[in-house]
């Protein structure tokens, strides 16, 4: 009876794969025939038919780079897990770490850690408000323009470094963040295409200090920094080698509404189209566009009236197809 089940539930989830990837199918078929406008309309319903991982109805959302958080009551964390915590609704920075269940959010205060389920309380050592926090084996966060670390074993507070994380402006106002790539650190201050970017280790040594960019949107990938540079009219979306500091402009652009950086690829919404960036260096270019309200390293979030957790995996895989299969949307370097 087992076994029957099984091959039940084998079968229903090939039957549904396929009914996704059918709208996919039929796009490139009808790509091939010259029929484009028609092919275009399969690409959009089917790249996000196939990539839908949820539909979600919360509003108030929060992304860290490894989940996505509601705050409508209580602060709940939607994806990749579902859990309530007790804290408050007041959410400057959120982070989440699902390889050792650990939240770590601040309301400018006081950072609110959950360990386990477990929830403590660290206090700010300093006189500035907590702009952002991260947690990987210990917590990090910064409080006006200096880094902590809060060690989870020993209970205890040190400043991480010397150096004084402030925006490019003396803006009175400006937001923070802090990623946590492996055994690298990037914290990035500023406000309105106006930031300050930092690559440093876990000890606190800086490999890349104070880099000027125009978005806090960022990826990391093999030893590459990806980042936006420039100002209206002229944005340049570029690499930066880690090591070599030598940046490599991959693409110009003229107009930008909004980045989407996952582990996968990147997203790119000039207002007209979207910029697909692929790792491997290959881009495309699909004529049309979808709302996308956030995105972590490995998923999107996207509005189409509702809204829709969708896998950044299964969605560049499906437009390196459409390409292979139909030659479109390609973009030649």
Same mark, same amino acid.
């Given at each position: 009876?087992n076994?029957?089940?099984?091959?039940?539930?084998?079968?229903?989830?090939?039957?549904?794969?396929?009914?996704?990837?059918?709208?996919?199918?039929?796009?490139?078929r009808?790509?091939?025939?010259?029929?484009?406008?028609?092919?275009?309309?399969?690409?959009?319903?089917?790249?996000?038919?196939?990539?839908?991982?949820?539909?979600?109805?919360?509003?108030?959302?929060?992304?860290?780079?490894?989940?996505?958080?509601?705050?409508?009551?209580?602060?709940?964390?939607?994806?990749p897990?579902?859990?309530?915590?007790?804290?408050?609704?007041?959410?400057?920075?959120?982070?989440?770490?699902?390889?050792?269940?650990?939240?770590?959010?601040?309301?400018?205060?006081?950072?609110?850690?959950?360990?386990?389920?477990?929830?403590?309380?660290?206090?700010?050592?300093?006189?500035?408000?907590?702009?952002?926090?991260?947690?990987?084996?210990?917590?990090y966060?910064?409080?006006?323009?200096?880094?902590?670390?809060?060690?989870?074993?020993?209970?205890?507070?040190?400043?991480?470094?010397?150096?004084?994380? !402030?925006?490019?402006?003396?803006? *009175?106002?400006?937001?923070?963040y802090?990623? %946590?790539?492996? $055994?690298?650190?990037?914290? @990035? /201050?500023?406000?309105?295409?106006?930031?300050?970017?930092?690559?440093?280790?876990?000890?606190?040594?800086?490999?890349?200090?104070?880099?000027?960019?125009?978005?806090?949107?960022?990826?990391?990938?093999?030893?590459?920094?990806?980042?936006?540079?420039?100002?209206?009219?002229?944005?340049?979306?570029?690499?930066?080698?880690?090591?070599?500091?030598?940046?490599?402009?991959?693409?110009?652009?003229?107009?930008?509404?909004?980045?989407?950086?996952?582990?996968?690829?990147?997203?790119?919404?000039?207002?007209?189209?979207?910029?697909?960036?692929?790792?491997?260096?290959?881009?495309?270019s699909?004529?049309?566009?979808?709302?996308?309200?956030?995105?972590?390293?490995d998923?999107?979030?996207v509005?189409?009236?509702?809204? !829709?957790?969708?896998?950044?995996? *299964?969605?560049?895989?499906?437009?390196?197809? %459409?390409?292979? $299969?139909?030659?479109?949307? @390609? /973009?030649?370097?």
């Amino acid at each position: 009876m087992n076994r029957f089940l099984y091959l039940l539930v084998f079968v229903m989830m090939i039957t549904l794969s396929c009914s996704r990837e059918k709208e996919i199918h039929e796009g490139i078929r009808l790509y091939n025939e010259g029929l484009t406008q028609s092919a275009f309309i399969k690409f959009k319903e089917g790249l996000l038919h196939y990539s839908t991982i949820k539909a979600i109805s919360a509003q108030n959302l929060y992304f860290s780079p490894l989940a996505i958080f509601s705050s409508e009551n209580l602060l709940s964390l939607l994806y990749p897990e579902q859990h309530s915590y007790n804290f408050p609704r007041e959410v400057v920075s959120v982070w989440y770490d699902p390889q050792d269940d650990v939240c770590a959010v601040t309301d400018g205060v006081v950072v609110y850690l959950s360990i386990h389920g477990k929830e403590s309380i660290i206090n700010n050592p300093s006189q500035e408000p907590i702009k952002a926090v991260a947690h990987a084996t210990n917590t990090y966060f910064l409080c006006g323009k200096e880094l902590f670390v809060y060690d989870v074993k020993k209970e205890n507070i040190k400043k991480l470094s010397s150096i004084e994380f !402030a925006p490019p402006e003396a803006f *009175k106002y400006y937001n923070a963040y802090i990623d %946590i790539v492996d $055994d690298t650190l990037i914290v @990035i /201050v500023g406000i309105a295409g106006a930031y300050n970017l930092w690559v440093i280790t876990k000890s606190g040594d800086a490999l890349i200090s104070s880099a000027r960019v125009a978005s806090w949107k960022h990826a990391l990938h093999e030893g590459a920094l990806f980042v936006i540079k420039g100002s209206a009219g002229n944005w340049d979306f570029k690499s930066i080698n880690i090591k070599t500091k030598q940046e490599k402009t991959i693409k110009n652009f003229t107009s930008l509404i909004d980045i989407h950086m996952t582990k996968h690829g990147v997203v790119i919404n000039t207002g007209e189209q979207l910029y697909i960036y692929l790792y491997n260096d290959e881009m495309y270019s699909l004529p049309f566009i979808y709302s996308i309200k956030g995105e972590t390293r490995d998923s999107m979030v996207v509005d189409t009236g509702s809204m !829709a957790i969708i896998s950044s995996e *299964k969605f560049f895989a499906k437009v390196q197809k %459409i390409a292979k $299969d139909s030659g479109c949307c @390609i /973009v030649k370097k």
